[in-house]
């Protein structure tokens, strides 16, 4: 099973739910989250997966849905939440949210980023003072992803991301194994390839490492 991640949001609305585990041992949170992603399949969810932060003590669950099941996003957004309560003891939800896909890349020459079981994702998160400045970076976010994607020897694909309800951006990288991507982070010249294209910008920009530890899905969507 593998998930595939669009370059456009022409046919998939993309949310990510972030949990900051409150337990020592995680395992009944991922076995929660896996049967989480199966009921959400009735809701038109069609593809699911589970990231575990490598360093951290994060982890997301990433749904891709069918436009035609999003069209009331806060309705779906309750009934999710509502489905959650069971884990509340188990962790707490720090952020929600759905994101649209504007732009990515791959090295195969495919036209979505695909990961499955096993695989490892590298994700940067750049937030925006404010909406009227979020067009500015995501252009410079964008321009960060086009002028490092080449260069990531190790990168299969990468997506450009822009959120829905908050003012911030996204780029998510899949590796072809943890070491490509620690040597793209030991050479990586931060001020170099990053800070020039935030120049002007008060933006706070996150970074982090995950094993993708479950994925239900089997089917590209259709640009």
Known sequence: MACFLPFNDRNLDVTFFVFKPTVVLVDELTESLKRFCVCTEDLGCIQSSILKSIHGNLII?????????????EDLIKTLLSMLTSMSSMAILTEHSFFDSYAGESKDGSNAAKFSNGDVISMNLISSPSFSK?????????????????????????????????????????????????????????????????DGFSSSVKYDLFWVVYVRGNGEIEN
């Open 61 to 73: 669950w990433y749904g891709g849905w069918v436009k035609k099941s999003t069209e009331n996003k």
């Open 134 to 198: 979020l067009q500015d970076v995501t252009y410079a976010n964008l321009a960060i992803f086009k002028s490092s994607f080449s260069k990531m020897e190790g990168a299969t694909s990468g997506v450009c991301l822009k959120c829905q309800t908050m003012p911030m951006v996204a780029c998510l990288y899949v590796w072809k194994s943890l070491l490509h991507c620690y040597s793209w982070i030991l050479t990586c010249d931060y001020r170099e390839n990053v800070l020039p294209y935030l």
